[in-house]
């Protein structure tokens, strides 16, 4: 029986019609993006980590939200050129959407209410300045900032999903991804 996760439509950066199912049997790592925050570096250990297991069954698969600090503030075809011009990044791009608030797309209210704690530091620096600055999530389940990461077992279940100041190539990621890839 496929995992409802995978009926959930979406569109990819271009426009296309797609799901997750396009991605059926691979290790997924979901990741909220946005192409003018802090953590955006993270895009170029982002492809790393889609490079260096992609021939095992795995991809990322970035979507841009423009929730945090408006740090997305551009179209699709302007996303698309900035991650690829400046990251090279060639992991599979959706169109942007929201991951917070009562628009949310039912993407991220399915990975949140299939995994609502996040992995992270403790003390985490982000989630205290967020804090501080009365920018950070209402709850815990909610997602905290832009680069939050859900990684899906083969068959659409959230196996785990870190806070977005834990890199991609962290080694709590990368070896939650092995686990998953067997």
């Known amino acids: 029986m496929s995992n409802p996760i995978y009926d959930i439509p979406l569109n990819r950066i271009d426009g296309a019609d797609a799901s997750l199912a396009d991605h059926e049997g691979s290790v997924l790592l979901v990741v909220n993006v946005a192409s003018q925050c802090g953590l955006t570096p993270q895009y170029e250990a982002l492809e790393k980590v889609h490079e260096n297991y992609r021939d095992k069954g795995f991809a990322v698969l970035g979507f841009p939200a423009n929730n945090f600090g408006a740090q997305e503030p551009g179209n699709n075809d302007e996303i698309q050129e900035f991650c690829t011009s400046k990251f090279g990044v060639e992991f599979p791009m959706y169109s942007k ?52 990461k859900f990684l899906l077992g083969r068959d659409g279940s959230v196996v785990a999903r870190f806070a977005p100041d834990i890199p991609p190539d962290d080694p709590r990621v990368t070896q939650t991804i092995e686990g998953a890839l067997g």
């Not at 996040?118 to 600055?133: A, G, I, T, W, Y």
């Open 97 to 148: 959407i929201s991951v917070t608030g009562s628009d949310r797309h039912p993407l991220y209210d399915a990975l949140i209410s299939a995994q609502p704690k996040r992995v992270e530091d403790d003390p985490s620096q982000l989630k205290e300045v967020l804090n501080k600055n009365n920018m950070g999530p209402k709850d815990d389940e909610d997602i905290m900032w832009n680069f939050e």
